[in-house]
């Protein structure tokens, strides 16, 4: 298994960066533009437990797969979002959103990620791999939030 983190301080208030993980197909596609779909297929009474539809393409190529959640946390200091989820058949997948307050208009993002390739093969693969699309998320979750805060 591979893992990769980033962290990064976003210049604005905790609950505003919280807004783009709310489950909504709006907030989700603004700092994941590649996201086609996003619905909820099974509720668990709880955020624990719901199981989400979700659609990614990129040119020709779309993947649909089913993100669950794994965990939950939404205090006012602290909130978090684990799915997990399995890409095309192939990749055991776990990613979580942290975001803590770090002042009445800073919130600082940590993004975790880990994969686990099914197949023995793709184990080399995953070894190579580096961190370039979570930093490049961390960024985006940045400049998204601050650009839509300070409109």
Same mark, same amino acid.
């Given at each position: 298994m591979k893992r990769w983190s980033d962290t990064i301080e976003v210049e604005t208030p905790i609950e505003h960066v919280w807004s783009y993980f709310d489950q909504s197909l709006e907030q989700t596609k603004k700092i994941m533009p590649n996201i086609?779909?996003? =619905?909820?297929?099974?509720? @668990?009474?709880?955020t624990v437990g719901n199981v989400y539809r979700q659609s990614y393409g990129v040119g020709?190529?779309?993947?649909?797969?089913?993100?669950?959640?794994?965990?939950?946390?939404?205090?006012?200091?602290e909130k978090r979002l684990t799915y997990s989820y399995t890409l095309a058949g192939v990749y055991d997948i776990q990613a979580t959103y942290l975001l803590e307050k770090a002042g009445e208009k800073k919130t600082t993002f940590t993004?975790? @990620? @880990?994969? =686990?390739? =099914?197949?023995?093969?793709? =184990?080399?693969?995953?070894?190579? @791999?580096?961190?370039?699309?979570?930093?490049?998320?961390?960024r985006r979750v940045k400049r998204v939030a601050e650009e839509e805060y300070n409109e």
């Open positions: 086609e779909e996003h =619905r909820l297929i099974h509720s @668990s009474g709880e020709e190529t779309k993947e649909e797969y089913e993100v669950t959640v794994t965990e939950f946390k939404d205090e006012e200091n993004y975790l @990620s @880990s994969n =686990r390739p =099914r197949k023995w093969y793709l =184990r080399i693969l995953i070894l190579f @791999s580096n961190d370039q699309a979570v930093a490049n998320f961390v």
